[in-house]
């Protein structure tokens, strides 16, 4: 409104609308008229949240569409009076938030048997201390006395360890990054 309470009307000088007489002249043309109709008709969807499909025939009888939020389904929703839009966008976050869900649970699973393991760790360490010294441990025991069975068994235990230290050591990091 303008300060003397009449409305301010723009007035756009428009040319003389006439056929273009060239045929490269008429194809930029009815391009360039065709790419603005095509960005007015998406802006409008999308500042007013409505579905748009627009269908232009080239003057060589070629046919250029463009549809918000998909030019099919409106069309189809024009025809049919169903709202497919609606349903398979509904059916694709479902698959998202089913996808999410199984993450989820798997990770879930994954800390609950890291955390298995930190306490079944921190139980050994709880005896070790218990017992005094660390050097009272089995992997601190002389191997020049050991046969070969000894030895073997001594072996495992050992890449058994390398194991659940390493599932100890991962499951800090996951709980770290996860608390921060």
């Known amino acids: 409104m303008a300060s003397d309470g009449k409305l301010n009307t723009r007035k756009r000088k428009f040319g003389e609308i006439k056929k273009a007489e060239k045929s490269n ?5 009815f391009s360039n008229s065709t790419l603005t109709l095509f960005n007015k008709a998406t802006e409008l969807s999308v500042l007013c949240n ?3 499909a627009l ?7 070629e046919l250029y569409t463009c549809g918000y939020p998909n030019c099919d389904a409106v069309i189809q929703q ?3 009076g169903k709202d497919t839009i609606q349903d398979s966008e509904k059916k694709k976050q479902e698959k998202i938030v089913e996808t999410l869900r199984l993450d989820y649970e798997a990770i879930g699973d994954k800390l609950e048997k890291l955390l298995e393991e930190e306490k079944n760790l921190q139980a050994i360490n709880d005896e070790a201390e218990k017992s005094g010294s660390i050097s009272s441990c089995w992997w ?11 030895l ?9 360890f390398r194991l659940n230290l ?13 608390r921060s």
């Open 140 to 150: 601190n025991n002389p191997i020049d006395d050991m046969d070969l069975q000894s």
């Open 152 to 160: 073997e068994e001594f072996k495992n235990s050992l890449e058994k």
């Open 50 to 52: 409505a579905k748009t």
């Open 166 to 178: 390493g599932s100890a050591y991962d499951a800090k990091k996951l709980i770290s990054t996860l």
């Open 78 to 80: 024009f025809l049919t």
């Open 55 to 61: 269908i232009v025939t080239s003057p060589s009888n």
């Open 25 to 29: 002249k008429s194809q930029m043309t």
